[in-house]
């Protein structure tokens, strides 16, 4: 089994940056695909971005340019860089691990979530 505990969110002025950690126990993550979805009020859960096994990368139209993914094996971390933040950035951020993805966009895709971590943008 995998453990995933999100940590590095907080409140932050719009145009400000924060950078969302996810730290995996149980095992490595060097042969799993790691997704970042996040959680609006009275929202569904929606893609953010991913990064395969294999390190695809891919984001949502909406962050494009201004989050990047990207993940330490040897600390068994995955990491989001958000830059240039929004209001509409506001959510409950979810790391998500999984070994048998086809769509890595698709959160029912994922087998390991974290417990997530509140980002709140000001305007």
């Known amino acids: 089994q995998v453990q995933l505990v999100e940590s590095g969110g907080g409140l932050v002025q719009a145009g400000g940056s924060l950078r969302l950690s996810c730290a995996a126990s149980g095992r490595t993550l060097s042969s799993y695909a790691m997704g970042w979805f996040r959680q609006a009020p009275g929202k569904e859960r929606e893609f953010v971005a991913a990064?395969?096994?294999?390190?695809?990368?891919y984001y949502a139209d909406s962050v494009k340019g201004r989050f990047t993914i990207s993940r330490d094996n040897a600390k068994n971390t995955v990491y989001l860089q958000m830059n240039g933040l929004k209001p509409e950035d506001t959510a409950v951020y979810y790391c998500?691990?999984?070994?048998?993805?086809?769509?890595?966009?698709?959160?029912?895709?994922?087998?390991?979530w974290g417990q997530g971590t509140q980002v709140t943008v000001s305007s």
């Open positions: 998500a691990a999984g070994t048998t993805i086809v769509r890595v966009t698709t959160a029912s895709q994922y087998r390991y």
């Open positions: 990064i395969s096994w294999r390190d695809s990368i």
